[in-house]
């Protein structure tokens, strides 16, 4: 064999050699299919995320309704409606910025595909960060938008059972109501109230001058005003008296009358943050 030969062959397995091993090959598969299988679980709870808003988004007990009053929630939820909306925002630039980044680098070959395999762990990391939270999101969305609605109870009308600024969890589906259950509720000019249930529907009920009777037992003397509701009958279905435990400081069914069902938005059912307070006038 002469020296030009020697040369060819030592030429020629320099340029058939791999430049990158099996190993690294078989790994930027793995990461490839990671990143795959990760896209489409983002779009799937993107899109709930999104069809959750537009079911639930004008639901008055719906956390992520801006036109929801400050009275309605604390500044804890203002906050991290505020965060989410704005966190989506950046997580839905930069999944467009990834999906465009990895439809790009399917296209390439995968010595390509090696020269940027430490940038595009990188990326993916970045990526499966943030996927976290849609999850989380799309979780919550359902469940307060289908079952649990948060609220804060403003004012001093069922003090001391509850305080003003209390958190309280409403279950949204109950529809049996039974005495003592508190419900959240709206009236005519839109303010949402926390009352307790006295009278539920075939119970005989009497409201006059001198106090509020149900099924002839007393159940109040007080009222606030001159003129009052009145009422002397059995409450039909889906009628409700409700009054505040803070009976000298509450406007209730003692003022603006029976509550209906279709004005009822929940059953509180937990107090996220009890404190203790003193009954005022």
Known sequence: MTMNDMYDQNVEEVIDSPKFSEEELLENRKWMKKSRAKSRVFLLFS??????????????????????????????????????????????????????????????????????????????????LLGVIPVFLAFLTIINGLWFGFATVVGPSMEPTFCSGDYVVIDHYTNDFVKQDIMIFVVADGTKLIKRVIAVPGDTLLVDATGVYVNGELQETYFHTITHYTYDGVLPDGAYFVMGDNRTNSNDSRSFGLVHQSDILGEVVFQVSPTTCEIGS
């Open 47 to 128: 899109t709930i995320i999104v069809l959750s808003l537009f079911l639930f988004f004008s639901q008055p007990l719906f956390i992520f309704n801006p036109s929801n009053s400050t009275e309605d929630m604390t500044s804890t939820v203002i906050l991290f409606n505020m965060f989410s909306y704005v966190f989506l925002a950046i997580t839905f630039v930069y999944m467009i910025y990834y999906l465009v980044y990895l439809h790009k680098r399917e296209s390439l070959s995968e010595d390509e595909q090696m020269e940027t395999f430490e940038s595009f762990k990188k990326k993916y990391n970045a990526f499966d």
